[in-house]
């Protein structure tokens, strides 16, 4: 293992730090209709927390965590309730993403619009989480013999 | 707006991306680019584009410079030209 990844200090400080990284990437996420985030953002935070737990545990342990099947299948399902929930509205009767449109809560058309804006940003959160750390997998150099990153040579 | 710190910031910011482009050590330079994203989401933030900022700290200071230094690992580091 290189010096950096067998850091006490960095290996405690990163496994107490990555629940509530992913916490804080819910909460954006949930919280991007009424305010600053979404789910782009939110998906980007989850992501990075899952890339700082490969970065420290190394690249083997975090794909074990987070296999390639597994980042496929929450790639194209994120992107399925995103086009899912659009189509519904064009099922109902109104335009692709009109909310309104689908009568979940008959006599509130702007509850059901808040409920399906929900929808989507978990949707488009789980697409772009998976393909972050997927291509951060992709991007990251192979493994050595005892699964850890090379060291970097490239300052004088 | 503030307009001495607007000023302060673009400076900065002037500086961080002369200073990106025109260094050897790419490592130096994705770190200085870092810093760029950082210096820019605050100015983002300063105009009431908090959706911006906030994308631009994540996106641009966050997941860029991992992506940007894990590449490095498979490369040689250094600018040629």
């Known amino acids: 293992m290189s010096r950096i990844q067998e850091s006490v200090i960095i290996r405690t400080v990163v496994r107490i730090m990555v629940p509530f990284i992913e916490l804080f990437a819910l909460y954006v996420i949930i919280h991007g209709a009424g305010g600053p985030g979404g789910g782009f953002q939110g998906g980007v935070i989850f992501g990075a927390a899952i890339i700082l737990y490969a970065m420290i545990y190394g690249i083997a342990e975090g794909k074990k965590r987070v296999s390639d099947a597994l980042d496929r299948i929450l790639a194209s399902t994120g992107l399925t309730i995103y086009a899912g929930t659009g189509l519904l509205c064009i099922l109902f009767g109104g335009m692709f993403l009109q909310y309104g449109a689908v009568p979940l809560i008959p006599d509130d058309p702007a509850k059901v619009s808040k409920y399906l804006i929900d929808l989507v940003e978990i949707g488009i959160g789980t697409t772009v989480a998976a393909v972050m750390i997927s291509l951060f997998f992709d991007v990251s150099p192979p493994e050595s013999e005892e699964g850890e990153l090379p060291d970097y040579e490239g300052a004088d | ?81």
């Open chain 2, 1 to 81: 707006m503030i307009w001495v710190l607007d000023i302060t910031m673009l400076f900065f910011l002037v500086v961080c991306a002369i200073a990106a482009i025109s260094i050897k050590d790419l490592l130096s330079a994705v770190i200085i680019l870092s810093g760029y994203s950082l210096i820019m989401a605050v100015v983002w933030v300063e105009m009431h584009s908090v959706d911006v900022g906030f994308t631009e700290a994540a996106v641009g200071a966050g997941i860029t410079t991992v992506l940007f230094i894990a590449t490095l690992a498979r490369t040689e580091g250094r600018s040629e030209d």
